[in-house]
């Protein structure tokens, strides 16, 4: 090991260039439908084909999802706004140039509040967002050659490009959920990453730990799920770093991270990147955007997630347990429904965190495919509560109410399930057991207590897991000391 | 600040227009000139003056979110040179290596 290596600390500096497609109905500047999974080119018009003589039209609905993006980052929004042509050749951009904004982003000097994985909170700041559109999709084939699918071309995104204040890979990965959830939770987009409506660049640099100086940036593409940004950001902190301390130099370029290989390899369009000679589009006009209108879409705006997990951490979950139903919203959604009838926060987010996931998680479902209601949730909890059944008789039928949708009081009715907490009852059913297990009885009594245990769970299977398993105790006990 | 001939063939490149290596010089000269003109607007003092992206004055010209049908499949991949199962089909552009295995 040299010495560098072994007295050099690196910081690794990271910045993400997300993009987002708002889920509008119709594409950015034409009312060709948004879908997603239809046959090739059968969402498609004059301008998103980028026949000549189409005019590109902006869609207002696409706008104001961008200002709401922009309002829930915090952003400053742009009294006027315009758009630009990018220019660029590939075969899934027909025009030969994407609309973008250069610029004049709509919002820009936002920041986004990150929760990490050890704790605490990082603050991102936001340098810009913008609108633009996006490209169609190119699949390539060594035989049939470049085969071209236009629906996506002109489909509203926005670009949303953080400063590099982000420290590891890690921190890139928790961002990338918060800003997911912030996307989700203030209903721009469904942001879902396995189907391209969340995609996510990076710039990733690496510098001796307490430098101020920037090392060369090296831009990732081509990372697609969360798990694959966090692996790509590792093995480019490490590549670079390893380059640094045999004494060579990184480069700034492009590069491409290969899922299968594990690595990155660098970009073979090299030498044109980063030549897009913007300019303004002269098919659009520049849009105002209203002071009035951007006060009323802020008001529009629901609790947002960093809001939510403080409220539930206000109710007494942990941070690690609100962090957990804010990041899955249908689930917060139907906390805050028992919540509203009336429920015990941890015992309601308890059942929902580990009964309830539990189920799912076995049967790969989600919660929406299941006849749970928070009805019925609120009604087992009141029951457990009141000491009409066990904890176990609940854990018992729930999977039930899961499946039907039923009424947990009926079940426990139709079924006889309610607890036995009565002392006289119990106490024969606490004698007949002992007579039967006189081996365990004898144990006891010689000084193995741990025979108590095994006779209060025969107790309990006796009585199916209606006895009240305190008093269970209680009477085993009682009666062996007899 | 006149364009050297070879930015002039990068531009070429970056656009994909297909010049003759005789018509460069005739084509940086060409540049030139109308870089010198806008050099003389450039002298203009336009202090407090707005940036203009559109004349005409016209602003905030948007549709509503409501679909409309385009063109029917046929007709979109009518003008095309080639296509192939509903897909537009072009020579085989490769810009990664992963692209090149699959």
Known sequence: MSRTEATTQFETVIGLEVHVELSTETKMFCACRVTFGEPPNTHVCPVCLGLPGALPVPNRRAVEFAVRAALALHCEIAPVTKFDRKNYHYPDLPKGYQISQYDRPLGTGGYLDVPLPEGGVRRVRIRRLHLEEDAGKSLHDPRLGTLVDLNRAGVPLIEIVSEPDLRSPEEARAYLQELRNVMLYAGVSDVKMEEGSLRCDANISIRPAGSREFGALVEIKNMNSFRSVKQALEYEAERQRALVLSGERVERETRHWNERAGRTTPSRSKEEAHDYRYFPDPDLVPLRIDAEWVESIRRSLPELPAQRRARYEGLGLSAYDAAVLVDERPLADFFDACLALGADAKQAANWLMVELQGLLNEKGRELSATRLTPEGLVALLRLIEEGTITGRIAKEIFPEMVESGADPRSLVEARGLSQIADREELLRVVREVLAQHPAAVEDYRKGKTNALGFLVGQVMKATRGRANPGLANELVRRVLEE | ?102
């Open chain 2, 1 to 102: 600040m006149p364009i050297s001939e070879d930015e002039v063939r990068r531009i070429a490149r970056l656009a994909r227009l297909g010049l003759e290596p005789a018509e460069f010089s005739a084509l940086t000269a060409e540049l030139n000139g109308i870089l010198e003109r806008v050099e003389r607007l450039r002298a203009i003092d336009v202090e407090g003056v707005e940036p203009l992206a559109h004349v005409g004055g016209l602003h905030t010209v948007w549709r509503e979110d409501v679909p409309r049908p385009g063109l029917a499949r046929e007709a979109a991949l009518a003008g095309a040179p080639d296509a192939h199962e509903g897909y537009f089909r072009v020579p085989r552009v490769v810009a990664h290596e992963e692209e090149e295995e699959a």
